[in-house]
C-alpha cells in the first residue's frame, strides 16, 4: 500500500521526498566527519572563512596582475606598431604586433629550420619515376591531371601544410570531421522524423503530429548550428594551411641565397614572376584543398551509412543496383570530363601575365607618362586582356556541354532510379530485406472483426507511408552525396591545376636554393649555363679577389650567357680604392653581380668579405631604393629598430650621420623619424643617392661597392660624402663614367678595351702606365677634334648643293620652307 502511495505521489510530492532524503544524506556525513574532526565547528568555520578570504585576494591580485601585464603590453604593441618593429627571440623567431580594432594583437612567426628545408627538398626535387619527372627538371612539364604526378606534388604539400600530427591543422581537421558524422547522423534521424510525421499526419494523430514538428524544430537548430560550424571550420582550414604554405615560401623565398633575385633572374621557372604564384595561386589552392576535404569527406561517410541503412531497409537487391549505378557514373564522368586541371593551370598563368602588365605599368608609370606612351600601353593592356578573355570564354563554353550531362545524370537520372528502388518494398515485398519481410502485417483471422481489420489495414497503410518516405529521405541524402561525390571529380581537376603550380613555385625555389641544376640536353646544352659553373665564390677573405674569372651575362635556365670580359683578375686590399670605367654594356656593373653572388662564378675564384658586420661588404645599387616604413628605416636599411637596439646605436648618431650625408634638415622637415610616407616620392633623385651614402656611413663596412652612387650630387658635396666615407676606413670600390672621380681612389679598372671589347685594363692612378693610357686617350680625342673645320666645310658644300636643287621661300611667319624641286 505504501508503494501505491508512493506512486499516486504528485511529481512534485516525488521531488520534494527525494531533495528531503538527499539532504538527511547529507547533514548525515557532515555529523561524521566533525566526529573524526578534532578541530570545533566554530574553528572549522573561521579557518574555512579565511582560505576563501585567501583564495579571494589571490585571485584578485593575479587578476589584477594579468589586467597590468595586458596594458603593458598593448603599449609595447602600440610602440613597435608606430616604429615599425617588433621583438626577437633567441630561438630566432619574430614577435611582431599586428593592428586589431583599436588595439593590437601579439603574433609570433617561427623560422622554418634548414633541416626542414633538406628534409624536404628530395621530395620537390626528387619525385618518384611514377611521376615521369627527372631529377632538378622543372615538374612544369607535366600536364596538371588527376595522375600518379598529382599525388605526389599534393602529398608533398601536404607535409608542409601538416608537419606534425599534433599541430594546430591535424586538430582542425579532427574537429571537422567530427561535426562531418554530426551531420551524417543528424541527416539519419531527420530521415526518420520526416516518415513518422508523415505517418502521423496521414494516421490523424495530432497530439504525435505536433509533437513531432517540435522535435523537428529542435533538431533543425542543432543541424543549422553544426552546417555553419562545418563551413567556419572549413574556412579556417583553409587559412592555417595558406599561413604554412606562405612562411614556409617566405622562408625560402627570401634568404641569404638572394632566391627573390635569383627566381626572376636566372632560373625563369615560374614564368613572369612569384606574386602571381603566392597571392592567388596559393589561395586558391588552400580553398580548393580546405573544400576538398568536406566534399569527398562528407560524401564517404554519408555513402557508407545510407546504404547500410538502405540494405536493411531494401535488401541486397537494391543495394547492389546503387553500387552498380554508382561506377557507371563515375565511369561515364571521368571519361567525358574534360581536362580542367590543365585548364586551370593555364587560366592561372595567363592571370599572372595579365597582372604583371598592370604591375610594369604602375612600377614605370613615371617614365611612360613622361613620353606620353598612354596609348601605347593601353593597345597592350588590351591584347593580354583578349587573350585571357579568349581563353576562359573557351573554358566557359566547354563547361556548359559537360554541365548539362552532370545535372541530368545526377540530378534527374539518379532521382528516377532512387523512386525505383524505395518502391520495390511495395510492388516487389519478396525481394525485400528480412526485417522487412518479418515487419509485414500478417492477415487477419476469419474471426477478426470487421473494427480490427480495418485498424490494421490502417497500420499497413501508415507503416508502408512511413517506409517509404524514410527510404525517400535517405535515397536523396544518398543521391546528394553521390552527387558531390561526383562534382568533386571537376573540383579535383581544378585542385591538380592548382596543385601544379603551387608545387611549380616551391620546386623551384628549393633548386635555385640548392643550386640543384642538371646540364641540358639537344639545343639546351649551351656553356655558361647555370649547369656549367665550375667556379667558386669564397666568402671570408679580407678584400675583393677575382682570379681568371669571365664576366658572363648570364640567361635563364637553361640557355647559355653571354660573355662580356674574359678571364677578368684583380686584387683589391683595405685602402686600395677602385674605380671601375669603361662605355655602356661593358661589364661594369657585373663585376658588382659577381662580387655578391647574385650572378655565378662560372670559372675561377672570387673571393670576398662576408656581409655581417662592420668587417663585410656592402652594395649601393645603381637605383636607389627606399623602402617602407619610418625615416629612421630608411637610414638603417636592411636592419630594422630590433637590430639597432641590439647594436647599442641611438638616434642622435642617426642625426650626426645625416649631417655628414648633407641631409640634417630631413627629420625636422618631415615630422621627425617615426614618420611614415612614401619616400621613394617624397625625396629627390639627389636626396635618394645621398640616403645611400647615409646607409653606408650608419653599417660602416670594410669594404663599399657604390654603383653610380653620386650621379645626381653636385661635385662639391660628392668630394665630402667620398671623403667621408673614406675617413671612417671604408675602401671604396665605385663604378662610374666621371673621370673626376679618379682623385679620390688609388686604381682604376677599365672595361671594353680592345678589338672584341672584352679586354680589361688594372691600373694604378698615377703611374707612368696611368698617365700615358690618358695622353692616349686625350691624343684619341684631340685627332677627332682635328676633323671638326673638315666636317664643317663638307656640310657646307652639301648645303650649297641642296640650294642649287630646292628653291626655299619664307612663308608669313618668316620660318623658311622647303618647296617643289625647280625644273632643270
Not at 619610418?630 to 638616434?651: F, K, S
Request: with cysteine; glycine share 8%; aromatic share 8%.
Amino acid at each position: 500500500m505504501a508503494a501505491q502511495s508512493t506512486l499516486r505521489r504528485s511529481p512534485g510530492d516525488r521531488f520534494s521526498h527525494l531533495f528531503d532524503h538527499f539532504l538527511e544524506r547529507l547533514q548525515a556525513r557532515l555529523d561524521a566527519y566533525q566526529r573524526r574532526n578534532p578541530l570545533s565547528k566554530r574553528t572549522a568555520q573561521l579557518l574555512t572563512t579565511l582560505a576563501l578570504s585567501l583564495s579571494i585576494i589571490a585571485s584578485s591580485y593575479g587578476g589584477y596582475r594579468l589586467y597590468r601585464r595586458r596594458k603593458k603590453e598593448q603599449r609595447l604593441g602600440r610602440q613597435l606598431l608606430r616604429r615599425n618593429s617588433g621583438l626577437l627571440s633567441k630561438d630566432g623567431s619574430r614577435t611582431i604586433f599586428v593592428p586589431y580594432k583599436d588595439q593590437t594583437t601579439k603574433v609570433t612567426i617561427h623560422p622554418t629550420k634548414d633541416t626542414t628545408f633538406d628534409a624536404h627538398r628530395r621530395l620537390f626535387l626528387s619525385p618518384p619515376k611514377q611521376t615521369g619527372m627527372e631529377i632538378g627538371v622543372p615538374p612544369t612539364n607535366i600536364k596538371p591531371g588527376l595522375n600518379m604526378a598529382f599525388i605526389h606534388q599534393f602529398g608533398a604539400l601536404m607535409n608542409i601544410m601538416i608537419p606534425r600530427w599534433r599541430s594546430k591543422e591535424s586538430g582542425l581537421l579532427l574537429t571537422h570531421a567530427i561535426f562531418l558524422l554530426l551531420r551524417t547522423y543528424l541527416s539519419l534521424v531527420v530521415a526518420r522524423l520526416d516518415g513518422e510525421i508523415v505517418r502521423d499526419l496521414v494516421a490523424g494523430k495530432g497530439k504525435a503530429f505536433l509533437l513531432g514538428i517540435a522535435r523537428w524544430l529542435s533538431i533543425g537548430a542543432v543541424s543549422s548550428y553544426t552546417n555553419s560550424t562545418i563551413k567556419f571550420l572549413q574556412s579556417k582550414i583553409s587559412i592555417a594551411f595558406r599561413t604554412r604554405l606562405t612562411r614556409y615560401i617566405h622562408d625560402l623565398y627570401l634568404n641569404k641565397t638572394q632566391a627573390y633575385y635569383k627566381l626572376h633572374n636566372l632560373d625563369g621557372g615560374v614564368g613572369h614572376g612569384a606574386d602571381q604564384f603566392i597571392t592567388q595561386d596559393l589561395t586558391l589552392f588552400c580553398d580548393s584543398a580546405a573544400s576538398l576535404y568536406s566534399s569527398l569527406g562528407k560524401p564517404m561517410v554519408d555513402l557508407v551509412t545510407f546504404n547500410f541503412q538502405l540494405y536493411h531497409s531494401l535488401g541486397p537487391l537494391a543495394l547492389s543496383g546503387l553500387l552498380v549505378n554508382y561506377f557507371a557514373t563515375a565511369t561515364l564522368l571521368r571519361r567525358l570530363s574534360p581536362p580542367f586541371g590543365k585548364m586551370k593551370a593555364v587560366e592561372g598563368r595567363k592571370e599572372g601575365e595579365f597582372r604583371s602588365m598592370h604591375a610594369r605599368l604602375i612600377a614605370n608609370a613615371e617614365e611612360v607618362a613622361f613620353y606620353g606612351g598612354g596609348p601605347t600601353e593601353h593597345i597592350l593592356l588590351d591584347e593580354g586582356f583578349k587573350e585571357l578573355r579568349k581563353w576562359m570564354e573557351s573554358i566557359y563554353r566547354i563547361k556548359v556541354g559537360y554541365n548539362m550531362l552532370e545535372d541530368f545524370v545526377l540530378k534527374y537520372s539518379w532521382s528516377a532510379f532512387g523512386y525505383l528502388v524505395t518502391s520495390m518494398p511495395v510492388f516487389l515485398p519478396t525481394l525485400g530485406s528480412p526485417s522487412t519481410s518479418d515487419q509485414r502485417p500478417k492477415i487477419a483471422s476469419t474471426s477478426a472483426t470487421a473494427v480490427g481489420v480495418h485498424q490494421e489495414t490502417t497500420d499497413r497503410s501508415g507503416g508502408r507511408m512511413k517506409q517509404f518516405i524514410t527510404n525517400k529521405r535517405l535515397m536523396l541524402n544518398l543521391a546528394d552525396a553521390g552527387s558531390r561525390m561526383m562534382y568533386s571529380i571537376k573540383d579535383l581537376s581544378e585542385l591538380a591545376g592548382h596543385t601544379s603550380r603551387v608545387y611549380s613555385l616551391i620546386s623551384t625555389l628549393h633548386r635555385v636554393h640548392a643550386d640543384a641544376y642538371l646540364p641540358g640536353r639537344g639545343t639546351y646544352s649551351e656553356l655558361f649555363s647555370l649547369a656549367d659553373v665550375q667556379g667558386t665564390l669564397h666568402k671570408g677573405f679580407d678584400g675583393i679577389r677575382l682570379e681568371n674569372v669571365p664576366v658572363v651575362a648570364p640567361s635563364l635556365y637553361p640557355m647559355g650567357g653571354e660573355e662580356l670580359v674574359d678571364n677578368l683578375s684583380f686584387v683589391v686590399g683595405p685602402g686600395d680604392h677602385l674605380l671601375i670605367t669603361g662605355p655602356n654594356g661593358a661589364g661594369k656593373s657585373a663585376v658588382s653581380r659577381i662580387v655578391a653572388g647574385l650572378w655565378p662564378t662560372y670559372r675561377g675564384l672570387t673571393s670576398r668579405p662576408r656581409s655581417d658586420g662592420q668587417h663585410g661588404v656592402m652594395f649601393l645599387p645603381q637605383r636607389p631604393y627606399l623602402s617602407p616604413g619610418t625615416l629612421r628605416d630608411q637610414v638603417i636599411y636592411p636592419h630594422t629598430e630590433v637590430d639597432m637596439q641590439a647594436a647599442g646605436r641611438r638616434e642622435t648618431e642617426l642625426q650626426a650621420i645625416l649631417e655628414q650625408a648633407k641631409l640634417g634638415c630631413i627629420p625636422e622637415r618631415e615630422g621627425g623619424w617615426d614618420t611614415r610616407k612614401m619616400w621613394k616620392d617624397v625625396l629627390s633623385g639627389g636626396e635618394k643617392q645621398r640616403m645611400g651614402i647615409a646607409r653606408l656611413l650608419y653599417h660602416e663596412p670594410r669594404y663599399a661597392f657604390i654603383d653610380e652612387g653620386t650621379s645626381a650630387v653636385s661635385s662639391d658635396v660628392e668630394g665630402l660624402l667620398y671623403e667621408t666615407a673614406k675617413a671612417k676606413g671604408i675602401t671604396l670600390i665605385t663604378i662610374s663614367t666621371r673621370a673626376s672621380l679618379k682623385r679620390y681612389h688609388s686604381y682604376t679598372l677599365t672595361l671594353g678595351l680592345g678589338e672584341d671589347a672584352n679586354e680589361y685594363e688594372f691600373l694604378r692612378v698615377g703611374t707612368v702606365s696611368e698617365k700615358s693610357s690618358v695622353e692616349r686617350e686625350l691624343a684619341e680625342l684631340r685627332e677627332t677634334l682635328s676633323h671638326v673645320e673638315d666636317w664643317k666645310k663638307r656640310r657646307q658644300e652639301i648645303d650649297a648643293e641642296l640650294a642649287k636643287v630646292w628653291a626655299t621661300k619664307e612663308d608669313e611667319s618668316g620660318e623658311e620652307t622647303i618647296t617643289e624641286p625647280l625644273e632643270p
